[in-house]
């Protein structure tokens, strides 16, 4: 469990995989149906929720780390739409850094919105030239040497 004080208290937890997949929907695809936002390799990521003293046991944030030798992607990082702009996220992916140097990764990644790439930049990953889209959306990997 991780701990920051702000002014309000949150915590972070490992997540059952059914309460980010709901986040993920709600968040990510609403218009599409809920097998849209599971991954293949789920079962192989370890899933992370921000809670709040308010949401009970529900998270506000969720975000899926999956690793793969001395890399490791994060993916599907969803926070609840009411509850953006709180630094709820900003929380979350700062764990989400300090637990992969915490277990020696040597390269974390993502598939980032391109819309949402500064946001990423604050964390220190930066954008390849990697780019794809899907549906509607053009994503570009950003990457962190730690």
Same mark, same amino acid.
């Given at each position: 469990?991780?701990?920051?004080?702000?002014?309000?208290?949150?915590?972070?937890?490992?997540?059952?995989?059914?309460?980010?997949? =709901? %986040?993920?929907?709600? #968040?990510?695809?609403?218009?599409?149906? /809920?097998?849209?936002?599971? &991954?293949?390799?789920? +079962?192989?990521?370890?899933?992370?929720?921000?809670?709040?003293?308010?949401?009970?046991?529900?998270?506000?944030?969720?975000?899926?780390?999956?690793?793969?030798?001395?890399?490791?992607?994060?993916?599907?990082?969803?926070?609840?739409?009411?509850?953006?702009?709180?630094?709820?996220?900003? =929380? %979350?992916?700062?764990? #989400?850094?300090?637990?992969?140097?915490? /277990?020696?990764?040597?390269? &974390?990644?993502?598939? +980032?919105?391109?819309?949402?790439?500064?946001?990423?930049?604050?964390?220190?990953?930066?954008?390849?030239?990697?780019?794809?889209?899907?549906?509607?959306?053009?994503?570009?990997?950003?990457?962190?040497?730690?």
């Amino acid at each position: 469990m991780y701990n920051r004080s702000n002014s309000h208290s949150t915590h972070i937890q490992i997540v059952p995989i059914e309460q980010v997949w =709901q %986040l993920r929907h709600e #968040v990510m695809w609403p218009d599409r149906e /809920l097998d849209y936002v599971k &991954l293949a390799d789920d +079962a192989d990521g370890t899933h992370y929720g921000l809670f709040t003293e308010e949401s009970n046991d529900h998270p506000v944030s969720v975000i899926s780390l999956f690793v793969n030798g001395n890399e490791a992607q994060f993916r599907k990082f969803a926070t609840r739409t009411e509850c953006q702009g709180r630094g709820y996220g900003s =929380q %979350l992916l700062a764990f #989400v850094v300090q637990e992969s140097e915490r /277990l020696g990764i040597s390269r &974390l990644y993502c598939n +980032a919105r391109t819309e949402k790439a500064a946001f990423y930049e604050t964390f220190g990953l930066r954008p390849t030239a990697e780019t794809f889209q899907k549906g509607d959306k053009a994503y570009v990997i950003m990457e962190r040497m730690l």
